[in-house]
């Protein structure tokens, strides 16, 4: 098998032994019926010895390493193998990987289910993943002390074989995996000093890139099984609104259509091909029942947020009396900003391929929410969920989207109904239109500075939906829902008294985890009301954050490493303009500067350059670390640019990249990312690079223009 591709196993490949209590690994545990699927190994062919949940050594000196994480482009395939190769000492050459099942042996600790998002893979997998590597090496060594007869601390293992430095006899892995697979488990294995790491730390070429370069790769798009049909759905294009009639003798009349159902999203065209379902769904003759949503829309929405803001809401931090501060003040500064609704626009569009059967039920998805998927499958299907099996693929991008399970939904139950394997594919305006979005939100903010500049109170209200009330419910307390605080709530700056609250606002439209949650909005509404404060007590954007990060090191850390490699203290060549803004986030620092220069007579930018400054802990991939604090950077520019979904008549008026476009090649800026040296556990790297990037810019923009960019996207008018 290739390295990144899903291996073919038998259920003889796992060995029915014990549990590890003390490390919390599950230990050569059988999964009961978990690869049926799967097709059996070639007749002959010694099955691999399972040293542990997370790895399995064949005889050939292949080393299996299941992966629990979804790979959607994140590069944890690669950090995780890393994780575990630091302890077993193993070739790296021999490495294949494989995505675990949906079983409890593989819930993110962070999430008590099994799921990637949060930024959560490193820093929940640093643990378990080091101690499986010892443990399997520690069986390894021992396997072949016995072997020889020696003492067990006279032996080594190195790059795949066990040595005998005495008599410099080795033995590879692989020839004694079976021995090693029956010994006792090692409890509490001593891991590495991180001074003896060789792997963990390294820049390492990620596993995924050769099968995504020849076509290898499986994503859940690409999914084919016998007997398999394809399907697309017809959804109300208003929120909320059903299925009021359909006839379908039309769409029924178009070669290869085999069927058309009603499920729970809508009417559900099933043929011999993905284009013959989308024409078949273009002839349906279907009437909605619209229902009260239908003349909802963005001014309405945003008419909504503001009467909710003007409101007293749930206190979400409050240190010393913000109110009274802001009386006595010398000067006084109210701002009001606003975010629009965002679309993930995943590359890979949502899809989901099940095969209902009585007994069981079998789902290829590229879900970051293995076992909500799961659970969500056997409800529906009457199973229970060990009879549910979910075949996790690469992922062409996530972003929080494919935390989802409305596409496994449509999937499970269309081939329920029809009693087939089924493929479900939304198209781009499906995808566009049916999403579950960042929440657009408002904030009223209002600040207080002393007589020599310096800030003594600071005020927010958020209004907007709340994400954890549709997912989570059970996180949001007395209607404070805390991602949608989040980037503000944390505000790390020495201001005496600081007041913050919430409006939970609900609207029609769907909302759901978007590329870095709540400080997204909340990072441009902070850090750019910092900007006025700062403009407002005449002090430099940057000294007037270093001054008042006197109490959070790591803030001011990346801070300052972002001004110096920015050259801060340098002037700027003639036309360029630049901001900056530093951002706490899923337990990590993220710092930016934004250079840019503004054609005010064409109301044209061009954003030339992005300086960024991360520290995320100790680092197990630093080219991994690169390319997220890229991509998120890219994300977070299309957002500031182009991003905005808006409501007219109770639905979404952006269909496709025509009219909600993504950064192209030619906006790209040149963007550095420089890492602080951390000896502190791994941290959040994914989302990090995203929220600082806005309200740098914005920085940029009042530089040059003088003007305050309050309401995003940014347009042509805020560059005259």
């Known amino acids: 098998m290739s390295t990144g591709t899903v291996a073919r196993v038998n259920r003889r490949s796992f060995l029915k032994t014990g549990a590890a209590g003390a490390t919390g690994l599950v230990i050569g545990f059988y999964l009961p019926g978990r690869f049926d699927a799967l097709e059996a190994a070639p007749a002959g062919a010694a099955a691999p010895a399972v040293l ?3 790895i399995r050594i064949g005889a050939d000196d292949s080393v ?22 630091e302890e077993l000492e193993c070739d790296w050459k021999k490495i294949r990987t ?86 006792p488990v090692p409890a509490d294995v001593p891991l590495k000093d991180p001074k003896q790491y060789h792997v963990i730390g390294k820049s390492t070429k990620r596993l995924d890139t050769p099968d995504k370069v020849n076509g290898r790769a499986e994503f859940g798009i690409d999914i084919r099984r016998p007997g398999m049909l394809y399907a697309v759905v017809a959804r109300c294009p208003v929120f909320g609104g059903k299925v009021a009639s359909f006839d379908a003798t039309k769409a029924k009349a178009v070669a290869g259509v085999k069927n058309v159902i009603q499920i729970s999203s809508g009417v559900a065209v099933i043929a011999d091909s993905t284009w013959t379902a989308m024409q078949g769904r273009r002839a349906l003759d279907i009437k909605w029942d619209e229902g009260a949503n239908a003349s909802v829309n963005s001014e309405s929405i945003s008419k909504l947020f503001a009467e909710r803001a003007a409101q007293p809401g749930v ?45 069981r039920c079998d789902v290829w998805a590229p879900t970051q929410f293995q076992t909500i998927a799961q659970g969500t499958a056997a ?16 992922l062409g991008g996530g972003f929080g989207r494919k935390a989802g399970t409305d596409f496994v939904t449509e999937a499970v139950e269309t081939s329920k109904a029809i009693g087939a394997p089924v493929k479900v594919t939304w198209s781009r305006e499906d995808d566009t239109q049916h999403d579950f979005y960042r929440p657009a939100s408002y904030a009223r903010l209002a600040g207080a500075l002393n007589a020599d500049g310096w800030p003594v109170a600071w005020t927010t209200t958020v209004a907007c939906p709340s994400i954890m009330k549709l997912w989570f419910p059970g996180m949001v307390k007395n209607d404070l829902d805390p991602t949608s605080v989040e980037g503000v709530e944390n505000l790390p700056y020495s201001i005496p008294n600081i007041f913050v609250d919430y409006q939970l606002t609900d609207t029609s439209v769907p909302v759901g985890f978007w590329r870095s949650v709540g400080n997204s909005q909340n990072g441009f509404f902070s850090e750019s009301f910092m900007d006025e404060l700062a403009s407002a007590g005449k002090k430099d954007p940057y000294e007037f954050r270093r ?27 003639a036309g360029r303009f630049r901001g900056i803004a530093v951002l706490f986030a899923f337990q990590s620092y993220c710092a930016q500067v934004v250079e840019i220069s503004v054609n005010r007579s064409t109301r044209t930018l061009k954003v030339h350059r992005v300086v960024c400054a991360v520290d995320v802990g100790r680092v197990v991939n630093p080219t991994n670390i690169v390319a997220q604090s890229e991509s ?46 951390s000896e502190e556990n791994p941290t959040g790297a994914g989302e ?12 940029a923009i009042f530089a040059a223009t003088g003007k305050r960019i309050r309401r995003l996207p940014i347009r042509p008018e805020d560059l005259a």
Request: glycine share 8%.
């Open 688 to 699: 990090l690079a995203v929220p600082p990037v806005v309200p740098a810019l914005c920085g």
């Open 52 to 54: 542990n949940a997370w």
């Open 64 to 85: 299996t390493i299941m992966i629990d994480k979804s790979e959607m482009g994140q590069g944890i395939q690669t950090a995780l193998c890393m994780l575990a190769a």
């Open 98 to 183: 494989e995505f675990a099942p949906a079983a409890k042996e593989y819930f993110n600790p962070a999430f008590g289910m099994q799921g990637t998002g949060g930024s959560s893979s490193v820093r929940s997998s640093w643990d378990p993943m080091r101690k499986a590597g010892a443990a399997a090496r520690e069986m390894l060594v021992e396997a072949a002390a016995q072997k020889w007869g020696v003492e067990k601390t006279t032996c080594r293992a190195e790059n795949g074989v066990v040595l005998h430095e005495a008599t410099k006899r080795k033995l590879t892995f692989g020839s004694l995996a079976e021995a090693a697979a029956i010994l």
């Open 632 to 677: 998120a950077i890219v994300y977070g520019l299309t957002a500031a640019l182009h991003g905005a979904i808006t409501i007219s008549r109770g639905r979404v008026e952006q269909t496709n990249f025509n009219n909600y476009p993504v950064l192209r090649l030619d906006e790209m800026p040149v963007i550095e990312t420089h890492i602080v040296s």
């Open 315 to 359: 206190e979400a931090r409050k240190e010393g009396d913000a109110a009274a501060a802001l009386t006595g003040a010398a000067k006084k500064i109210e701002a009001v900003y606003e975010a629009p609704f965002l679309a993930h626009a995943t590359m890979e569009p949502q899809n989901c391929t099940a095969d209902v059967r009585a007994d």
């Open 379 to 394: 409800k529906i299907c009457g199973l229970k969920q060990e009879a549910v099996f979910i075949h996790t693929t690469f």
């Open 547 to 573: 001054h008042l990060l006197d109490k959070a090191p790591r803030h001011l850390g990346v801070l300052e490493l972002a001004a110096q490699k920015a050259g801060w203290d340098k002037p700027l060549p």
